[in-house]
């Protein structure tokens, strides 16, 4: 069985400091690896996806993602905080073969400024 | 709008009534999942259905719950005498015949029940 683990429930910063959001998955086999972000009352949107190659991921709204085997980790960064960035974020992963997300609990970002 | 679209989005029912929420996959997709969200928690897995079979309902209550996606129309779960802890954000998503390394699960906006 696959987990994710997410630190921290809540993570403060100010507007124009680093974006920090830690992931950490347990499975049998590296799988793939996803983060989506919740605006309130809205659905999930994919923010960037691991599958195969590159480690460092790129996605949308300056966010990246690099993933790294040794430490089954699968770490959220952005340099700079926007005060749109006030939202929820999910790390989540999928078996190569699988159909199924498994999701970790969310981390909640207040942005301050 | 092509995205995964879920009616309705918000819904209020007394203790012991139906809910029923609806999904329509985005086109071109036959695949659908559903996924719960309770307060203050993440996403759980449902259930996972293509056209006329379900393929995984690990995550579905023994109970109450069901799900169908028909050969015509929308995928529907149905949770038959809601309680309060059914009250929580029901998320729909969908993806191509086949899930490889290059395809999305694309979510809609989910539903949002409150039993009263």
């Known amino acids: 069985a696959q987990s994710v683990t997410q630190l921290g429930s809540h993570v403060s910063v100010s507007e124009g400091a680093l974006v920090l959001l830690r992931c950490n998955y347990s499975s049998s086999v590296p799988p793939y690896l996803f983060w989506y972000v919740q605006y309130p009352n809205q659905g999930l949107q994919l923010l960037l996806k691991?599958?195969?190659?590159?480690?460092l991921v790129k996605g949308i709204n300056g966010f990246e993602a690099e993933f790294k085997k040794s430490e089954t980790s699968f770490h959220l960064t952005k340099p700079s905080a926007h005060m749109s960035d006030a939202a929820e974020y999910f790390c989540?992963?999928?078996?190569?073969?699988?159909?199924?997300?498994?999701f970790g609990g969310g981390t909640r970002v207040l942005v301050k400024p | 709008n092509a995205g995964v679209m879920q009616n309705p989005r918000h819904l209020v029912r007394r203790r012991g009534q139906e809910a029923r929420l609806r999904c329509s996959p985005m086109?071109?997709?036959?695949?659908v999942y559903w996924y719960r969200q309770l307060p203050e928690e993440g996403l759980k897995f449902m259930v996972y259905?293509?056209?006329?079979?379900?393929?995984?309902e690990s995550g579905m209550p023994k109970e109450r719950f069901s799900a169908e996606f028909p050969k015509e129309g929308p995928s529907i779960l149905r949770i038959q005498q809601v309680v309060r802890g059914d009250s929580a954000a029901y998320f729909c998503a969908s993806s191509p015949d086949r899930l490889s390394s290059g395809n999305t699960i694309y979510f809609g906006e989910g539903s949002w029940l409150t039993v009263v």
């Open positions: 691991y599958t195969t190659g590159a480690t």
């Open positions: 989540a992963v999928r078996q190569a073969a699988g159909n199924k997300l498994t």
């Open positions: 086109k071109g997709h036959s695949h």
């Open positions: 259905l293509q056209k006329e079979n379900i393929i995984d």
